[in-house]
């Protein structure tokens, strides 16, 4: 039996509003896109599905990545120094000319 289509509504506006704004596009936000597919009128059980396994991290679960390719041979802090930078760079923290010159991180 199919949800009713004011459930479903429901349903997809509070997976939108605990949704996280990303700092890095504030004209793009997944939030607003959620929040007006809630409004649609074929709204199905499968999308509302489908954001909350993306909300859940599911695959992220379902597929996990192994140390081998989280941390490759060749630069194994690569990952870690990348997530690093885009913490900071969305706190406005910036590296110094220096290091950014001489390659250091």
């Not at 059980?45 to 941390?71: H, W």
């Not at 885009?86 to 250091?104: L, T």
């Amino acid at each position: 039996m199919a949800a009713a289509p004011a459930s479903l509504k429901h349903q997809m506006q509070k997976i939108a509003g605990r949704w996280a704004e990303d700092p890095f596009r504030p004209n793009v936000q997944l939030k607003t896109f959620l929040t007006s597919l809630a409004d649609h009128p074929n709204l199905t059980p499968m999308a509302v599905r489908a954001a909350r396994a993306l909300e859940n991290d599911e695959f992220k679960k379902m597929y996990a990545l192994s140390d081998k390719i989280l941390k490759p041979a060749s630069m194994p802090h690569h990952y870690t120094r990348l997530i690093e930078a885009f913490e900071k760079s969305a706190q406005g923290i910036a590296r110094p000319w220096w290091k950014i010159f001489f390659n250091i991180w």
